[in-house]
């Protein structure tokens, strides 16, 4: 049914976006891939087709989401939304806006997808509970059977220096267990009160100050919603209404053990909530719109254990700085250099071949060796001389 | 006291313990002696031209500056012979201020002042600039609480975007000797600049330890454009960024991006921006006010 839909202005190329895979009712276990695809639903919708990945390997950047479209791969929602903005066919969800409010717009783009991407983080990976009860069997159960004993721990701590540094990551360097009442003869043995009290005023510290940062976080966006259905008082969804109602419905839609943030969403900020549902009426007011989904299966899950290390993109080759005259000056004389070099090593080898061999020919020549011997074997004397003179 | 206990020490041991200590050392005399704290001083890195600036390299320690220069403060000294190890969390930079200057110490700990100071980490320097010229209201400046909330916005695309180009873009060490020092500018790693952490080098599902970063060079500098494009869009011709009558936050923090952008070595990030005459005349101006508000601490010669 996709394949019907497809544009023939898109030609034989289609555009196929890759996301982590749903897990339960959600759309997809990541905020950004669920960004990337109401954003693609409201632009180009029917004319993409959606894989689910979770291997994040097999994208070129490293990193989900990811498009492809023919020969051009693009990761990461914002690299998304400049390609797909580009494409001939496309609605323009900004049509809107003037110059001085599209500005705007990116900044909040950025502070969305950085703060309330960090609060995203934190409740995923960070409270131990949502990651022992939610994240980390979602996560086992979307990979394959050797990846999924390593990856998802590896995923964990790839998410540690950021949170570190936004102060938001809680989870303790060693994990304390509870002491299990020792059994002695039967009896339980009465131990000390545990020294409990530091840890939980230090825990109950550490979820105000997450609390706080919510507050601050939605308070601004609720004064910017006010009364209107969407951001900027528009009709329509923009990039910014896509982009906070993925990560709203990312936070609503998963049951969390640990529901730190959600409760402060659920109880003091119901226009947000109200705001998510209206996206998602106006972009997918019907699950079965979305394109059908391409399930990729791992062929061979063994050969991503194999290092390989990835090239590096060439850092220039998309600017269009490359074309100044300065740069291409530079770049010639290295080239000249390089081929001198190289040129200069070839020729001097030359040259030590065929004067070594006639220079030690000379001699040998004057000690009465007929002239008439082929030159290889001439040459292969010479060259035990050579050896014989060296040592 | 040993007498009240009942216990005292045997008086074999005493007269063995008073033959120590054995030999006394002379004291050392050290060329590094703490001059007496006269001015509030900041610590800083090293700027690009010592002789001729006072404006650090470091967009942290920049920031700082231009926040003290533009909140009003004048005469405050400079100094980048610290070493990083030796500032408060290993992090420049630090304000090192009188005790009579502090906002909450008592009238016991003022009076006894001798010179020593109090050192503050970057964060607690808002707390101390309000109890000089007086505290921001709740608008902390902003012409209102829309432009307060924008600037939050703003505040997150410099720092992560923008911040991601110049972290790529930073000269790696070039000689022997700078590689082996022990003192070496560690700055914040990418990781922790980008709002989705990058993968690992080698795959993440591969045999090998996670180690080292893939980084998406094109998409970092996709971004640092857009986000470049639109600050000079919202700047405009306006005095002070979002319309401000005087200088913010928000505009300490600019001007420091800018003029690390422009004195950096990277031909695409500096041409981003030069591009743009709004962006270029505007950090010219503010430079120059950033710049009146400190002078170089003399360099005593060791006596």
């Given at each position: 049914?996709?394949?019907?839909?497809?544009?023939?202005?898109?030609?034989?190329?289609?555009?196929?976006?890759?996301?982590?895979?749903?897990?339960?009712?959600?759309?997809?276990?990541?905020?950004?891939?669920?960004?990337?695809?109401?954003?693609?639903?409201?632009?180009?919708?029917?004319?993409?087709?959606?894989?689910?990945?979770?291997?994040p390997d097999l994208s070129p950047s490293g990193q989900?989401?990811f498009?492809?479209?023919?020969l051009?791969h693009?990761s990461?929602?914002?690299?998304?939304?400049?390609?797909?903005?580009?494409?001939?066919?496309?609605?323009?969800?900004?049509?809107?806006?003037?110059?001085?409010?599209?500005?705007?717009?990116?900044?909040?783009?950025?502070?969305?997808?950085?703060?309330?991407?960090?609060?995203?983080?934190?409740?995923?990976?960070?409270?131990?509970?949502?990651?022992?009860?939610?994240?980390?069997?979602?996560?086992?159960?979307?990979?394959?059977?050797?990846?999924?004993?390593?990856?998802?721990?590896?995923?964990?701590?790839?998410?540690?220096?950021?949170?570190?540094?936004?102060?938001?990551?809680?989870?303790?360097?060693?994990?304390?267990?509870?002491?299990?009442?020792?059994?002695?003869?039967?009896?339980?043995?009465?131990?000390?009160?545990?020294?409990?009290?530091?840890?939980?005023?230090?825990?109950?510290?550490?979820?105000?100050?997450?609390?706080?940062?919510?507050?601050?976080?939605?308070?601004?966006?609720?004064?910017?919603?006010?009364?209107?259905?969407?951001?900027?008082?528009?009709?329509?969804?923009?990039?910014?209404?896509?982009?906070?109602?993925?990560?709203?419905?990312?936070?609503?839609?998963?049951?969390?053990?640990?529901?730190?943030?959600?409760?402060?969403?659920?109880?003091?900020?119901?226009?947000?909530?109200?705001?998510?549902?209206?996206?998602?009426?106006?972009?997918?007011?019907?699950?079965?719109?979305?394109?059908?989904?391409?399930?990729?299966?791992?062929?061979?899950?063994?050969?991503y254990?194999l290092p390989w290390p990835r090239t590096p993109a060439p850092r220039r080759a998309s600017?269009?700085?490359?074309?100044?005259?300065?740069?291409?000056?530079?770049?010639?004389?290295?080239?000249?250099?390089?081929?001198?070099?190289?040129?200069?090593?070839?020729?001097?080898?030359?040259?030590?071949?065929?004067?070594?061999?006639?220079?030690?020919?000379?001699?040998?020549?004057?000690?009465?060796?007929?002239?008439?011997?082929?030159?290889?074997?001439?040459?292969?004397?010479?060259?035990?001389?050579?050896?014989?003179?060296?040592? | 006291?040993?007498?009240?206990?009942?216990?005292?020490?045997?008086?074999?041991?005493?007269?063995?313990?008073?033959?120590?200590?054995?030999?006394?050392?002379?004291?050392?005399?050290?060329?590094?002696?703490?001059?007496?704290?006269?001015?509030?001083?900041?610590?800083?890195?090293?700027?690009?031209?010592?002789?001729?600036?006072?404006?650090?390299?470091?967009?942290?320690?920049?920031?700082?500056?231009?926040?003290?220069?533009?909140?009003?403060?004048?005469?405050?000294?400079?100094?980048?012979?610290?070493?990083?190890?030796?500032?408060?969390?290993?992090?420049?930079?630090?304000?090192?201020?009188?005790?009579?200057?502090?906002?909450?110490?008592?009238?016991?700990?003022?009076?006894?002042?001798?010179?020593?100071?109090?050192?503050?980490?970057?964060?607690?320097?808002?707390?101390?600039?309000?109890?000089?010229?007086?505290?921001?209201?709740?608008?902390?400046?902003?012409?209102?609480?829309?432009?307060?909330?924008?600037?939050?916005?703003?505040?997150?695309?410099?720092?992560?975007?923008?911040?991601?180009?110049?972290?790529?873009?930073?000269?790696?060490?070039?000689?022997?000797?700078?590689?082996?020092?022990?003192?070496?500018?560690?700055?914040?790693?990418?990781?922790?600049?980008?709002?989705?952490?990058p993968a690992p080098l080698f795959g993440i599902?591969s045999?090998?330890?996670?180690y080292g970063t893939h980084v998406d060079v094109d998409a970092?500098?996709?971004?640092?454009?857009?986000?470049?494009?639109?600050?000079?869009?919202?700047?405009?011709?306006?005095?002070?960024?979002?319309?401000?009558?005087?200088?913010?936050?928000?505009?300490?923090?600019?001007?420091?991006?800018?003029?690390?952008?422009?004195?950096?070595?990277?031909?695409?990030?500096?041409?981003?921006?030069?591009?743009?005459?709004?962006?270029?005349?505007?950090?010219?101006?503010?430079?120059?006010?950033?710049?009146?508000?400190?002078?170089?601490?003399?360099?005593?010669?060791?006596?």
């Open positions: 049914m996709s394949k019907a839909n497809l544009s023939p202005l898109l030609g034989h190329r289609t555009v196929n976006l890759h996301i982590w895979p749903s897990h339960g009712h959600l759309l997809s276990f990541d905020a950004s891939s669920v960004a990337a695809l109401l954003y693609l639903q409201l632009t180009i919708p029917g004319q993409f087709s959606i894989s689910y990945c979770a291997n989900l989401p498009l492809m479209h023919g051009h693009v990461g929602f914002g690299s998304i939304v400049s390609y797909v903005r580009k494409l001939a066919n496309a609605n323009n969800l900004d049509i809107g806006l003037n110059s001085v409010q599209a500005a705007q717009l990116t900044a909040r783009v950025a502070h969305v997808e950085s703060a309330y991407g960090d609060l995203i983080n934190h409740m995923l990976y960070s409270l131990q509970e949502n990651w022992s009860a939610v994240t980390r069997p979602a996560l086992v159960s979307m990979l394959p059977v050797p990846q999924c004993y390593y990856v998802p721990s590896r995923i964990r701590s790839s998410y540690k220096h950021r949170l570190e540094a936004a102060e938001l990551w809680h989870v303790p360097e060693v994990e304390d267990e509870l002491e299990e009442p020792s059994r002695v003869l039967g009896r339980k043995k009465k131990r000390a009160q545990p020294d409990n009290e530091p840890h939980k005023f230090k825990s109950a510290l550490e979820r105000e100050k997450v609390v706080e940062k919510v507050r601050a976080l939605f308070d601004v966006y609720d004064r910017l919603l006010y009364d209107a259905p969407f951001f900027t008082g528009a009709e329509r969804p923009t990039t910014l209404d896509v982009i906070f109602a993925a990560h709203t419905y990312v936070l609503t839609s998963i049951q969390f053990p640990d529901p730190l943030v959600v409760s402060v969403l659920k109880e003091t900020y119901p226009r947000l909530v109200a705001h998510c549902d209206a996206v998602f009426s106006s972009a997918l007011p019907d699950r079965s719109l979305l394109p059908a989904v391409v399930q990729k299966s791992w062929t061979s899950s063994l050969r254990m600017l269009s700085m490359s074309g100044s005259p300065e740069a291409n000056k530079i770049e010639w004389r290295y080239k000249l250099w390089r081929w001198g070099f190289f040129g200069a090593s070839v020729l001097a080898a030359a040259a030590y071949l065929h004067f070594a061999t006639i220079i030690v020919l000379i001699p040998q020549g004057s000690n009465g060796v007929p002239a008439g011997l082929p030159p290889a074997e001439l040459v292969g004397r010479v060259e035990d001389g050579d050896d014989g003179e060296e040592e | 006291m040993s007498r009240a206990l009942g216990i005292s020490l045997p008086a074999p041991l005493r007269h063995f313990f008073s033959l120590f200590p054995l030999y006394t050392h002379p004291e050392i005399e050290s060329p590094d002696k703490a001059r007496p704290l006269t001015s509030p001083t900041l610590w800083i890195h090293v700027p690009w031209s010592p002789d001729a600036d006072v404006l650090s390299s470091d967009v942290e320690c920049l920031k700082w500056q231009a926040y003290l220069a533009l909140r009003g403060l004048s005469d405050i000294a400079v100094r980048w012979d610290i070493a990083v190890d030796g500032a408060l969390d290993a992090r420049l930079p630090n304000l090192h201020v009188l005790l009579k200057t502090l906002p909450g110490a008592s009238d016991e700990v003022k009076a006894q002042d001798d010179g020593e100071g109090e050192l503050l980490p970057a964060h607690l320097i808002p707390e101390w600039v309000d109890g000089q010229v007086g505290a921001l209201d709740e608008l902390e400046g902003y012409v209102d609480e829309a432009a307060r909330d924008e600037s939050r916005a703003w505040v997150a695309l410099l720092e992560g975007n923008v911040h991601a180009a110049l972290v790529l873009n930073q000269p790696s060490p070039s000689s022997l000797l700078s590689l082996l020092s022990p003192y070496q500018h560690k700055a914040r790693p990418l990781e922790a600049v980008l709002p989705h952490p599902s045999l090998l330890p996670p970092i500098e996709l971004q640092y454009r857009d986000a470049i494009a639109s600050l000079s869009e919202r700047l405009g011709t306006d005095k002070w960024f979002l319309g401000s009558s005087s200088p913010t936050a928000l505009d300490a923090l600019v001007f420091a991006y800018l003029h690390c952008i422009l004195h950096s070595k990277d031909h695409t990030l500096r041409f981003e921006v030069t591009r743009r005459v709004n962006l270029v005349a505007w950090e010219r101006r503010v430079q120059s006010q950033v710049r009146s508000g400190f002078r170089l601490v003399p360099v005593l010669p060791s006596s």
